[in-house]
C-alpha cells in the first residue's frame, strides 16, 4: 500500500473515531441520579422562571426553569460536583455548586435566595431614563407612557409616598402639555390624597382647573386654601392672571388684592388689577391702580403704559 493511501486510511479512521466519542462525551453528565430544589427572594416568596444552568465540569450539562412555585428538579444525571447558574429579571445572578455523592444518594433539596440589587431594578430605572429623555425632547405622550409605566411598577407601589408623588406630578405635567386637564387634574389630586397638606399642589390644580374651563373645580379647590400658608405673592398673581384670561375678572381680582395685600410693591399686580377693573368700567379703581404702577415703576413698560391711560381717562 502506497504511503497516500495509508494516509487516507489513517484519517477515515481518525474521523470516524471523532464522530463516535464526541456523542458520547455530550451525553457523559448523564445517568440515574437526581437533585431538586427551590428559589425564593429575600422575603422567602418564591421566585418562578428562574432560569438555571446544570452543569458538570468537563462532561457537559443542560438547563431548566423554576416553576411557578420556585420550586426545580433535574432527574437523569451523573454523581459529581455539579455547578449551578441562577437568573431571573429583576434579581442578581447567583452561582452555587452541589455535590451528588452517587446516583443512588438522595440529598436535600437546594434552597436558593436571590437579592435584588441596590437601587431601583433595571427596568424601572430604564422607564425613568426613557420617560426623562422623552420629556427633554417633547414626546409627552412618550414620556407619559414611561412614567406610567415606572408609576406601576411593584417596587414603587411599595415604596415611600414621595416617590410616588414625583411621578404622578411628572405624568401631570405631561397631561397639562397635551392639554389633557381632565386627566391632569386625577394625578394631581392623587398627589394630594398622599399629601394633603401640600399647598403648592392645591394652587397648581387650581390653576390647571382653570386653564382647562373647569372653574367650579378651581374655586372648590382654591376654598381649601389657607391664605396664611401662602407666603410666595407669586402663587395669587398666578391664580389672578388664570382666571383674567378665563374673562373671570370678579375672581382675578379677588386673587391680584390678594397679591398685593401679601406684596405691596407687587407692580404686575397693580397692572393687572387695573386691567380687570376697565373691562368692568369701574373707572375710578382703574385710575387708582394704574397711579399705582406709575408709583412704584414710572420708568418701567407698565408705567409708561399706565401714564398714557391715565391721560386718556381724564
Known sequence: MSIKRVALVV????VAALALTVPAAAQDWKGMGRMAGKVTDADGKPIADVTIKFELPGRGGTSGKTDKNGKWALGGIAAGNWSLDFEAAGFLPKSISVSLPG?????????????KPAGPPPE?????????????????????????????????????????????????????RE?????????????????????????????????GGLIDKAVEVLAAVNDSAVTNP???????????????TDAAI????????????????????????????????TKADFRKVVELAPDGAEGQTAKKALEQLK
Open 103 to 115: 446516583e443512588s444518594t438522595r440529598i436535600l433539596p437546594v434552597e436558593v435566595k436571590l437579592d
Open 254 to 285: 379677588v386673587y391680584f388684592t390678594k397679591t398685593v395685600a401679601l406684596d405691596p410693591q407687587y407692580v404686575d399686580a397693580y397692572f393687572q388689577r387695573a386691567l380687570s377693573y376697565f373691562g368692568q368700567q369701574k373707572l375710578a379703581e
Open 179 to 211: 392639554k389633557n386637564y381632565a386627566q391632569e387634574l386625577l394625578h394631581l389630586e392623587a398627589i394630594l390624597a398622599l399629601e394633603p397638606q401640600n399647598t403648592d399642589v392645591k394652587i397648581l390644580l387650581a390653576s390647571e382647573a382653570i386653564e
Open 11 to 14: 484519517a477515515a479512521l481518525v
Open 124 to 176: 424601572l430605572l430604564a422607564a425613568l431614563n426613557n420617560g426623562d429623555a422623552a420629556f427633554k425632547a417633547g414626546r409627552y405622550a412618550e414620556a407619559r407612557a414611561e412614567y406610567e409605566k415606572a408609576l406601576a411598577h411593584e417596587t414603587v407601589r411599595t415604596a415611600e409616598a414621595s416617590v410616588r408623588s414625583n411621578l404622578h406630578r411628572q405624568i401631570a405635567f405631561c397631561l397639562s
Open 234 to 248: 407669586d402663587i395669587f398673581y398666578n391664580i389672578g392672571v388664570s382666571f383674567r384670561n378665563k374673562d373671570k
